[in-house]
């Protein structure tokens, strides 16, 4: 499949600040406009942060806090928002959602969330696009995609969620729902559906690990209070919203891999923020050889992550239809984690091995804010990047740095292998 060449807008620049400098005040408890800078330093602490390098910590929109519990927005499902979005600032919480995904839909967009879940225990792409074929057949598509223009901007990416399953479910992930010939593979009241979302997303690409696993989740129990959505997805026990396996079944080992990669955002939050203290720095800046020598301590922490998931999920249950959709979203690049993308755009990694060609592929399948923060980053560590062509201890810093995110790289990919790999039967055990 020839990919759809990224269009960015030039030199759209997001917002790459600064370091703000934290205010400093009398020991004891912090004044509650400093409690996230606190909790901050803590967490920064246990992942081996560098004391000297600060590291801003912000809230959502307008100063509030972007964890909140999704009862408001379930409500509104097929309202329409108002207002536009605030700028994306990967500082806040990485290139996780403003707040936990919408666990139900309500009114007509529940036949949605059934037709997703039905998709993804189907035994095969044939039962799964029997369903929609169904769906079809009852007028259900047609209604759904008379209501698309009156989703919020949240309960869209939802539906986009739950469309997504049904596309890799039926064997269609790698569709141009647009184009005549995916006519004669899938089916019309469905593509029509998957254009109106994609439209409204604006967002063409959007079949693909950001949407499956970034938007397919919750928190098993309601927080009690409101946090922010990163601190919420590394504390709190994660469940998928729609499970590949079936309900009072443990989860399958795609279930778990979609988890792991939240998780993995989740605790990635530094690395952007470190990404945000390295744009625009000299490589001879004092601080930079800090910020990289941080930076490796960081990956090291999400290797440890990714390794402490790998055992529950290689004794998870799987089936032909997952490796089946592993296996397809891993042909057209649609499994690299954005953190990972994050690091790369710091380290060059992926540019120097795969070819700019080749990176702007992978991050097609990510909103198009998110690609113009990368390609921003790409730009503005560019000077840090000179460090590949220097001798003496910085660049041996440097070195170190991309050779943490190639291991890391590495242990991810391992995970998925474990995830696609056939499930040990009885026969083979005894053979063996």
Same mark, same amino acid.
């Given at each position: 499949?020839?990919?759809?060449? !990224?269009?960015?807008?030039?030199?759209?620049?997001?917002?790459?600040?600064?370091?703000? %400098?934290?205010?400093?005040?009398?020991?004891? &408890?912090?004044?509650?406009?400093?409690?996230?800078?606190?909790?901050?330093?803590?967490?920064?602490?246990?992942?081996?942060?560098?004391?000297?390098?600060?590291? @801003?910590?912000?809230?959502?929109?307008?100063?509030? /806090?972007?964890?909140?519990?999704?009862?408001?927005?379930?409500? #509104?499902?097929?309202?329409?928002?108002?207002?536009?979005?605030?700028?994306?600032?990967?500082?806040?919480?990485?290139?996780?959602?403003?707040?936990?995904?919408?666990? =139900? !839909?309500?009114?007509?967009?529940?036949?949605?969330?059934? !037709?997703?879940?039905?998709?993804?225990? &189907?035994?095969?792409?044939?039962?799964?696009?029997?369903?929609?074929?169904?769906?079809?057949?009852?007028?259900?598509?047609?209604?759904?995609?008379?209501?698309?223009?009156?989703? /919020?901007?949240?309960?869209?990416?939802?539906?986009?969620?739950?469309?997504?399953?049904?596309?890799?479910?039926?064997?269609?992930?790698?569709?141009?729902?647009?184009?005549?010939? #995916?006519?004669?593979?899938?089916?019309?009241?469905?593509?029509?559906?998957? =254009?109106?979302?994609?439209?409204?997303?604006?967002?063409?690409?959007?079949? #693909?690990?950001?949407?499956?696993?970034?938007?397919?989740?919750?928190?098993?129990?309601?927080?009690?209070?409101?946090?922010?959505?990163?601190?919420?997805?590394?504390?709190?026990?994660?469940? @998928?919203?729609?499970?590949? *396996?079936?309900?009072?079944?443990?989860? /399958?080992?795609?279930?778990?891999?979609?988890?792991?990669? %939240?998780?993995?955002?989740?605790?990635?939050?530094?690395?952007?923020?470190?990404?945000?203290?390295?744009?625009?720095? &000299? @490589?001879?800046?004092?601080?930079?050889?800090?910020?990289?020598?941080?930076?490796?301590?960081?990956?090291?922490?999400?290797? *440890?992550?990714?390794?402490?998931?790998?055992?529950?999920?290689?004794?998870?249950?799987?089936?032909?239809?997952?490796? *089946?959709?592993?296996?397809?979203? *891993?042909?057209?690049?649609?499994?690299?984690?954005?953190?990972?993308?994050? #690091?790369?755009?710091?380290?060059?990694?992926?540019?120097?091995?795969?070819?700019?060609?080749?990176?702007?592929?992978?991050?097609?399948?990510?909103?198009?804010?998110?690609?113009?923060?990368? /390609?921003?980053?790409?730009?503005?560590?560019?000077?840090?990047? %000179?460090? &590949?062509?220097?001798?003496?201890?910085?660049?041996?810093?440097?070195?170190?740095?991309?050779?943490?995110?190639?291991?890391?790289?590495?242990?991810?990919?391992?995970?998925?292998? %474990?995830?696609?790999?056939?499930?040990?039967?009885?026969?083979?055990?005894?053979?063996?």
């Amino acid at each position: 499949m020839t990919p759809t060449p !990224m269009t960015t807008t030039p030199d759209a620049r997001p917002a790459i600040r600064a370091t703000p %400098t934290t205010a400093t005040g009398a020991p004891g &408890a912090p004044a509650p406009a400093d409690a996230r800078t606190a909790a901050a330093r803590t967490l920064a602490a246990r992942a081996g942060a560098d004391p000297a390098v600060r590291i @801003p910590v912000q809230g959502g929109p307008n100063g509030t /806090s972007p964890g909140s519990t999704d009862a408001a927005d379930a409500a #509104a499902a097929d309202c329409d928002a108002s207002g536009a979005p605030a700028p994306h600032d990967p500082c806040a919480h990485g290139f996780l959602p403003e707040r936990p995904p919408v666990r =139900s !839909m309500i009114g007509t967009w529940t036949r949605l969330d059934a !037709m997703a879940r039905e998709a993804a225990v &189907a035994p095969d792409r044939a039962t799964a696009a029997a369903v929609i074929e169904r769906a079809d057949r009852a007028d259900e598509l047609a209604a759904l995609r008379q209501r698309v223009s009156r989703l /919020s901007p949240r309960n869209a990416e939802a539906a986009a969620m739950r469309v997504a399953v049904i596309a890799v479910a039926c064997g269609w992930g790698a569709l141009d729902p647009q184009a005549p010939a #995916a006519r004669e593979v899938a089916n019309d009241a469905f593509l029509e559906l998957w =254009s109106a979302i994609a439209h409204r997303i604006d967002h063409d690409q959007f079949v #693909a690990l950001p949407t499956l696993a970034l938007h397919n989740w919750a928190p098993e129990r309601k927080p009690r209070r409101h946090i922010p959505i990163d601190q919420l997805a590394r504390t709190e026990q994660l469940v @998928p919203i729609v499970r590949w *396996a079936p309900e009072g079944q443990p989860l /399958s080992r795609l279930d778990r891999l979609m988890l792991a990669a %939240t998780r993995l955002e989740a605790h990635g939050i530094w690395l952007f923020r470190l990404a945000d203290t390295l744009a625009g720095r &000299a @490589p001879d800046d004092s601080s930079t050889p800090t910020a990289l020598r941080r930076l490796v301590r960081i990956q090291h922490a999400l290797r *440890a992550q990714l390794h402490s998931e790998a055992t529950e999920l290689a004794a998870a249950p799987a089936t032909d239809q997952q490796r *089946a959709v592993l296996g397809a979203l *891993a042909e057209q690049g649609a499994l690299e984690p954005p953190v990972l993308q994050a #690091a790369d755009a710091v380290l060059g990694i992926g540019g120097r091995r795969l070819g700019e060609g080749r990176r702007q592929h992978l991050r097609r399948h990510l909103p198009a804010q998110h690609r113009a923060w990368l /390609s921003a980053m790409d730009r503005h560590c560019a000077p840090v990047r %000179t460090l &590949a062509h220097r001798g003496g201890p910085d660049a041996a810093v440097y070195r170190e740095a991309q050779e943490s995110l190639i291991a890391l790289r590495r242990t991810y990919t391992a995970l998925v292998q %474990t995830a696609a790999a056939p499930t040990p039967g009885p026969v083979r055990e005894a053979a063996a």
